[in-house]
């Protein structure tokens, strides 16, 4: 038997609100799955929706570079 261990951040967290890109329906994440890959060293999550028990993979975009606005009303 093998040991394994690893790190992993989770972009989601269970209550958050996900919209569906192709319908619009908005579905709520009640479980979250992590899949840890021994050989490929890959880490996966698949996510439980509105209670349905079945697990599907959210596409979560990679954001490069954010840029913030602030505007400071100066008297």
């Known amino acids: 038997m093998q040991i394994a261990a ?7 967290e269970i209550g958050d609100k996900v ?9 709520t994440i009640t479980d979250i799955a992590c899949i840890h890959y021994l050989r490929a ?8 929706l509105n ?6 993979e959210i596409a979560v975009p990679k954001v490069e570079h954010i840029e913030i606005k602030v505007s400071l009303n100066e008297k």
Not at 6 to 12: D, E, G, L, T
């Open 6 to 12: 690893f790190n992993a951040r989770c972009p989601f």
């Open 19 to 27: 919209q569906d890109g192709r319908t619009g329906a908005v579905h």
């Open 41 to 48: 060293g890959r880490v996966e999550f698949r996510y439980e």
């Open 51 to 56: 209670n349905s028990g079945q697990y599907i």
